[in-house]
């Protein structure tokens, strides 16, 4: 692999300690030290030197969930992920992604969607007709809300309808660049599906993002692709905990567990929105890894290729709920929700944002 000199360093500064092991929910969850940042750091660094084939390390490269949790926990100050995403670039470069990825990219080029048998929800096109008059607002759902969790994006829909605010929602949303990112990094298909999407956005004044990831994706590395994007921008969760006064929200004093995405928990600092709608329907019990300190509790993409380590993954945030006494697992994030919707947990349930202050 070619990587660059910024990458090689990264990989170089790496002592191969510790001190990432205890936080990576990969690791965690499938307990194999393949999974963990120092392991994967060593496997590219044998690659970088010429001693192993990148074909070799390609799986591994994609066990990688890029939540960034090992960075937050690194003392010596190095980047897995930044060299991670690198590493994949090379990867699509070389020809020599995992045919799991290299059929995700096929969706993608022929529908613009990386899911496998990507078909809209009758109830969604439905919710979206209502919403198709062009206002000042673009309501962006993101491609794992509309085709991996539709059904509670349809109840977003619904809860965005009851602030009375007037919005639009794209016919065809394009992919933010996002999920291509995560496949390729930061390559030319991805800073095109960026620019492609930047103009949709441009055509309104405010853009709600239902999806943190998207926002994360927008904000931090629109600008340096080149790519303005004029529009205000502004997750759901904050226009939600902004509003809460308009939709009449019952407190049941449920004990509920705010389960913080890490676009939103480390990358944006975004994590009081979606206390105080928590705080508004019940109790906020807290696990004892939030904020910034966050695990990822499944990812829609990751899901379509490690479907069981995801509901592992799962599984674990369920534990980490039921720790800190909640009844209620409260997600903000479509690509986590349309991981723990359909995993079973006794004591705890996961409800969306939508879920919980439509009840």
């Known amino acids: ?167 639009t929602v794209a016919e065809n949303e394009p992919s933010s660049g996002a999920d291509i990112r995560f496949l390729i990094g930061d390559t030319g298909e991805t800073q095109e599906a960026a620019r492609n999407c930047a103009k949709l956005l441009n055509e309104y004044k405010t853009v709600i993002f239902l999806n943190p990831d998207d926002a994360e994706i927008v904000v931090r590395e629109y600008k340096e692709w080149g790519t303005e994007v004029n529009a205000k921008l502004v997750t759901f969760t904050s226009f939600i905990a902004a509003n809460l006064d308009k939709l009449k929200v019952k407190n049941k004093g449920v004990a509920i567990a705010p389960q913080d995405p890490f676009a939103l928990g480390r990358e944006l600092n975004e994590t009081e929105p979606l206390r105080k709608i928590a705080a508004a329907a019940g109790k906020v019990t807290e696990m004892l890894n939030n904020r910034k300190d966050t695990f990822i509790a499944g990812s829609a993409i990751m899901a379509e290729y490690m479907p069981e380590v995801m509901k592992a993954v799962a599984l674990r945030r369920f534990g980490d709920a039921a720790a800190a006494g909640a009844e209620v697992m409260l997600t903000c994030s479509p690509s986590e929700h349309a991981v723990v919707k359909d995993v079973a947990f006794d004591g705890v349930k996961a409800l969306s944002v939508a879920e919980l202050l439509l009840e």
């Open 1 to 167: 692999m070619n990587f660059t000199e910024k990458a090689r360093k990264h990989i170089d500064s790496c002592r191969f300690c510790w001190m990432c092991r205890h936080i990576c929910p990969i690791g965690n969850a499938t307990g194999q030290e393949r999974n963990n940042a120092r392991a994967r750091a060593l496997c590219l660094s044998l690659v970088m030197r010429g001693a192993e084939k990148p074909e070799a390390v390609a799986e591994n490269v994609y066990e990688c969930a890029l939540c960034s949790a090992c960075v937050k926990e690194c003392a010596t100050g190095w980047d897995p992920v930044y060299f991670i995403l690198e590493a994949r670039k090379e990867l699509a470069t070389e020809g020599k992604l995992p045919s799991y990825i290299e059929k995700m990219l096929d969706n993608y080029e022929k529908s613009g969607c990386v899911y496998s048998a990507a078909e809209e929800n009758v109830s969604l096109t439905e919710a979206k007709k209502r919403h198709s008059i062009k206002t000042d607002t673009l309501f962006l759902l993101s491609h794992a809300a509309i085709y991996r969790d539709c059904a509670d994006t349809v109840k977003s829909i619904e809860l965005l309808e009851k602030t009375g605010i007037k919005f």
